[in-house]
Nanobody, 119 residues
Framework: QVQLVESGGGLVQAGGSLRLSCAAS????????MSWYRQAPGNQRELVAG???????NDADSAKGRFTISRDSAKNTVFLLMNSLKPEDTGAYYC?????????????WGQGTQVTVSS
């Protein structure tokens, strides 16, 4: 079982920056990818950015040019640097990771960290 623990959320003014972190622990064999999702009140959870084990990234249009996803593979940790934050970036940010253990795929979610951007 893989546990994901997020940190780094908080309250920030528009134009400010935050850096989210997500550390995976537990029985981990292969982590194929890690991603950040955002869920605003009343909305569905949506992908913000993802990164694979080879370093390939996939960013939502809303994140391009402002957010940067990176990972420390040795520590099974993923980061999301968010610059030029806007009020519409407000929401709960969830970390997701997926991989394989003994050939069996797994997929885990963190508990989420709240990001609030004031105007």
């Amino acid at each position: 079982q893989v546990q994901l623990v997020e940190s780094g959320g908080g309250l920030v003014q528009a134009g400010g920056s935050l850096r989210l972190s997500c550390a995976a622990s537990g029985i981990i064999s292969i982590v194929n990818g890690m991603s950040w999702y955002r869920q605003a009140p009343g909305n569905q959870r949506e992908l913000v950015a993802g990164i694979t084990s080879t370093g390939s990234t996939n960013d939502a249009d809303s994140a391009k040019g402002r957010f940067t996803i990176s990972r420390d593979s040795a520590k099974n940790t993923v980061f999301l640097l968010m610059n030029s934050l806007k009020p519409e970036d407000t929401g709960a940010y969830y970390c997701n990771a997926y991989g394989r253990l003994g050939g069996v795929p797994w997929n885990s979610w963190g508990q989420g960290t709240q990001v609030t951007v004031s105007s």
